[in-house]
């Protein structure tokens, strides 16, 4: 089956720094990715489309300028979370959607920010 | 999309089957019933999905009632690995454009 890779699995950083945050689709061409976000004990909540060679389209709440998408190829999408807070340690979450309507999942990177 | 409601957790045997329901009463005609499921700290998996028709593949089955306002996920015989989070999303088919809305789903807890 398709598959999602999402790097790094884990990562820790000192606040006020940046993390960079990879997303691949492998056997497939993803002209549209997703990012999530999933707090402890609390479901994934969409914070953005990533669409291939263009801006990404951000749910209402979201810090476009905090967290930067990039969509350069049709199989890499980057989060970069910006200046890197306690409140941003979460696990993010990649997807992306193939052309038989099923959508695949990154294993997700836990962000620890200290 | 329509509401979906499931259960907040459910707890099954290990060997048994595992039957976890959701409702979806304002589903409208052209949505499909996906499922997905998380297991702890990985991201989530596709499991199966159906317009009105049963469905079975090598993971599970999915039963949709006739007038398509409820489903059951069918995992036929649960092992400790199927410990996880259940999703039940009610959606249109498109292009690929839409992302997947996530509820609360089921926390699904297979006892040895």
Same mark, same amino acid.
């Given at each position: 089956?398709?598959?999602?890779?999402? %790097?790094?699995?884990?990562?820790?950083?000192?606040?006020?720094?940046?993390?960079?945050?990879?997303?691949?689709?492998?056997?497939?061409? =993803?002209?549209?990715?997703?990012?999530?976000?999933?707090?402890?004990?609390?479901?994934?909540?969409?914070?953005?489309?990533?669409?291939?060679?263009?801006?990404?389209?951000?749910?209402?709440?979201?810090?476009?300028?905090?967290?930067?998408?990039? %969509?350069?190829?049709?199989?890499?999408?980057?989060?970069?979370?910006?200046? =890197? %807070?306690?409140?941003?340690?979460?696990?993010?979450?990649?997807? =992306?959607?193939?052309?038989?309507?099923?959508?695949?999942?990154?294993?997700?990177?836990?962000?620890?920010?200290? | 999309?329509?509401?979906?409601?499931?259960? #907040?957790?459910?707890?099954?045997?290990?060997?048994?089957?595992?039957?976890?329901?959701?409702?979806?009463?304002?589903?409208?005609?052209?949505?499909?019933?996906?499922?997905?499921?998380?297991?702890?700290?990985?991201?989530?998996?596709?499991?199966?999905?159906?317009?009105? /028709? /049963?469905?079975?593949?090598?993971?599970?089955?999915?039963?949709? #009632?006739?007038?398509?306002?409820?489903?059951?996920?069918?995992?036929?015989?649960? #092992?400790?690995?199927?410990?996880?989070?259940?999703?039940?999303?009610?959606?249109?088919?498109?292009?690929?454009?839409?992302?997947?809305?996530?509820?609360?789903?089921?926390?699904?807890?297979?006892?040895?």
């Amino acid at each position: 089956g398709a598959v999602v890779s999402q %790097h790094p699995s884990w990562v820790i950083c000192k606040s006020g720094t940046s993390v960079k945050i990879e997303c691949r689709s492998l056997d497939f061409q =993803a002209t549209t990715m997703f990012w999530y976000r999933q707090f402890p004990k609390q479901s994934l909540m969409l914070m953005a489309t990533s669409n291939e060679g263009s801006k990404a389209t951000y749910e209402q709440g979201v810090e476009k300028d905090k967290f930067l998408i990039n %969509h350069a190829s049709l199989t890499l999408s980057t989060l970069t979370v910006t200046s =890197a %807070h306690p409140e941003d340690s979460s696990f993010y979450i990649c997807s =992306a959607r193939t052309g038989n309507e099923k959508l695949f999942f990154g294993s997700g990177t836990q962000l620890s920010v200290l | 999309d329509a509401k979906t409601t499931q259960p #907040t957790s459910m707890d099954c045997a290990e060997g048994r089957a595992a039957n976890l329901p959701c409702n979806h009463s304002t589903i409208s005609g052209n949505e499909y019933v996906y499922w997905y499921r998380q297991i702890h700290s990985q991201g989530p998996q596709y499991i199966i999905h159906g317009l009105k /028709n /049963n469905e079975t593949n090598e993971m599970a089955s999915l039963i949709i #009632t006739e007038d398509r306002k409820s489903s059951t996920l069918i995992l036929p015989h649960a #092992t400790l690995r199927d410990t996880a989070v259940y999703y039940c999303i009610v959606r249109v088919r498109d292009t690929g454009r839409r992302a997947l809305t996530f509820g609360s789903g089921t926390r699904l807890q297979v006892q040895p």
